[in-house]
Structure formats: structure tokens, C-alpha cells
């Protein structure tokens, strides 16, 4: 079994986007800018947003960081999002997700111009990506393209089952692995909350992208020898030998698991780290074709 290692991949990509910065600022390229919006406090949309502007700092992008409450209306949070779109010094636009219950993330997403949709949310990207047309691939499906590439993990004709089903991580997924090119070029089956006697499908599978969103839910009964396992969960458990009384975990049971496979993504630093070496790659490329604008 090898790890596929979130810390060694995503530290490869960064340097090559440092130096990429700073290429493109000696040629006279404006700083990459990223904004992002965070509505509320969740604890867990606070710390993925802190990580994201701590990586800019690290790769030599400009960052803001707009707080917003969780009582702002929709049409408030939209107007804010428009301002960005107006905002020249703003190359990439990010909304944190979930979004408070009183407010469409859709509506919201929409309103994002698909030039700075960095995300990779709004149905321009999507559809472009269904299309195979160049776009903003959204970050943690892109993260997990460019870590099976760093591997040269060759995925032509393996079964890929894509457990959930999100418009963020399951349905991109499914599109990426079967599209034509390598990493892709694999027969997918995509599964989700609904599908029956799920094992079945997972049994005969050679890459299983577990997304589902639930501690430890894929288990070693479940996993075919040689399997690879792309594990994207990050769960919070219970743990009392913590200091913190809780850790974080995936939705594949790791520890019986990874003596079967092939390869496979530890949680944390694993798929986590990958979604932000996306994000970036992502808000380069939006500062790039602005500045040819
Ligand atoms: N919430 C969970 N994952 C993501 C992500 O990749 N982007 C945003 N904006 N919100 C998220």
C-alpha cells in the first residue's frame, strides 16, 4: 500500500505556483487576488476560509476576507458579491459553503461572474466542464485530478465508483474520471444515499472517490484487493485521548482499509490539502486571463 501524500503532492504544486507568480509579475502581471466571503462563524467554514487566505499570503497572492452575518439578507449578500464583480483589484470570487438556511447558495453562486468563479460553482463552469471545454475545474475534484497525475496513477478503463453525489466533489468527479485523457478515461458509476446494496458496486471497483459525507462509511468488506481510494471526507469524532476530545476522520475506515489497497489518501493531509493547491491554480489562471483582457 502507498499513501498518497496530500503534504508531498500539494507542496510540489505550491512552489511551482510561487514561482509561477512570480514569472508572471515580472512580466508586468497584476498580483493574483483572491476574495472571499465568509457568512457566520461555523467552526469549520471559519477554518477552511483562515486556510485559504494563509495560503495566499505563502504564495504571494493578495487576499480579502469579507465577514459577513448570518442575518445578512440574500439580496444583501448578493449586492456584495456584485461589488466584488465591479472590484477591478478581485480575480477570483469565493462564497464559503453551507450558506445560512434563509439564503439559495444557488442564487448566490449565480450571481458570481464566471470570469472570477474560482470555485468552479456556477452553471458557465459546470457546463463548460461537462462539455470539456476549458474552465474553472471546481478545487477538490481538480485537487484530486492533479494528485493522480503527480502519482501517474494511469486510470484508462478502470472502474471508478464515485460514492455522492454534491454538485461540489460527487458529480464532477463522475464527469472528470470518465472524460477522455488520463487521469479520466475510466468507466464510472456514481452511487449516493439512495443506491441499494451499494457493496455490490464497490466490490468491482478499482477506484472508489468516497464523498459521502460519513464517518468511516466505507469499510474493508466493501473494498476489492488493489483497490485505489481517493477518500474525501473530513469528519469530526469523538475522541477522548484528545486534547481536544474529538479528531478528524474520513468516510473510508482507514485502518482496515489500507492494507488492502493499492493506494490511498489519508485524512487529514490528504484530499484537504489538495482542494486548496486547486483553489489556487484556479485564481492564477483567472488573474491570467483578465490581465489579457
Ligand atoms: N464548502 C465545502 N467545500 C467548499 C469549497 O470547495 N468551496 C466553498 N466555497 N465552500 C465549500
Redesign the pocket.
Known sequence: MQLLDGVLVSGHIKEQIKQEVKDWQAGGGKQPHLA?ILVGNNP??EA??GSKVKHCEELGFGSTLLRLPANITEAQLIDEVNKLNNNDEVDGI?????LPNHISPDAVINAIHPDKDV?G?HPISQGRMLLGQPTFL???PYGIMLMLEYYKIDTTGMHCVVIGRSN??GTPMTILMSRAGNPGNATVTMCHSKTKNLKDFTRSADIIVAAIGRPRYVTADMVKEGAIIIDVGINRVDDATKKSGSRLVGDVDFDNVAPLCSYITPVPKGVGLM?IC??MKNTLLAAKLRGKK
Open positions: 472571499a469549520a467554514s477552511y476560509v469565493l462564497v464559503q459553503l453551507p470555485d460553482f471546481p478545487a477538490t461540489i466533489v482542494t486547486g483553489l
